[in-house]
């Protein structure tokens, strides 16, 4: 069965850092390219970050690049999402997800349980 | 402001049909297959149609997906009252970027 766990969802002022976490299991982790997605609070969602399988391609909504690092750990089957400078407008549930195909053709197919990320003095 | 326009609302009575809409552009849609999630309130989204019209195993046939051009379209028929939900459409768009929809709230009466 295909589990994605994240963590790491904290309160943080504005300005602050946090890293989030994406453990996976019951898939070859390896062979998947993720994503990152987020959900403000009564909003929809919003696509963050992507990262092929071997972290080649990484590619970061305008509203992060910059601010935001994803990379993987295809020993340890995790995720991460390191979030510097962190906003306001960044609060939200994170959800991590697995993406297949390619392109104009992905999508993802399988989600964790998500996050809370709340920026706030 | 979400890139693909979804009306923000939809709602039906159980048994009958509904549709739900997603307009988007040659930069998106236009170019890419569409896919439909499913989110409860409170849970996490569910994959309902991807690639245009593929269900995934375990979705009823009730849920079906159409693409022409730069728009697309959910339909639900037999609704339920477990179909209550929040749909979003999504799509890759040429500047590298995974797009959604506004989502759309849909009530069951």
């Known amino acids: 069965e295909v589990q994605l766990v994240e963590s790491g969802g904290v309160l943080v002022q504005p300005g602050g850092s946090l890293r989030l976490s994406c453990s996976a299991s019951?898939?070859?982790?390896?062979?998947?390219?993720m994503s990152w997605v987020r959900q403000a609070p009564g909003r929809g969602l919003e696509w963050v970050s992507f990262?092929?399988?071997?972290?080649?391609?990484?590619y970061y909504a305008d509203s992060v690049k910059g601010r935001f690092t994803i990379s993987r750990d295809n020993a340890e089957n995790s995720l991460y999402l390191q979030m510097n400078s962190l906003r306001a407008e960044d609060t939200a549930v994170y959800y991590c997800?697995?993406?297949?195909?390619?392109?104009?053709?992905?999508?993802?197919?399988?989600w964790g349980q998500g996050t809370l990320v709340t920026v706030s003095s | 402001q979400s890139v693909l326009t979804q009306p923000p609302s939809a709602s039906g009575t159980p048994g009958q049909r509904v549709t739900i809409s997603c307009s988007g552009s040659s930069s998106d849609i236009g170019i890419s297959t569409v896919n439909w999630y499913q989110q409860i309130p409170g849970t996490a989204p569910k994959l309902l149609i991807y690639?245009?019209?593929q269900r995934p195993s375990g979705v009823p046939d009730r849920f079906s997906g159409s693409k022409s051009d730069t728009s697309a379209s959910l339909a639900i028929s037999g609704l339920q009252s477990d179909d209550e939900a929040d749909y979003y459409c999504?799509?890759?768009?040429?500047?590298?970027?995974?797009?959604f929809g506004g989502g759309t709230k849909l009530t069951v009466l």
């Open positions: 997800a697995r993406v297949v195909g390619a392109y104009r053709q992905t999508y993802f197919d399988y």
């Open positions: 690639k245009n019209n």
């Open positions: 999504a799509a890759w768009d040429d500047s590298l970027n995974w797009v």
């Open positions: 990262i092929s399988d071997s972290s080649r391609s990484i």
């Open positions: 019951g898939f070859t982790f390896r062979s998947n390219s």
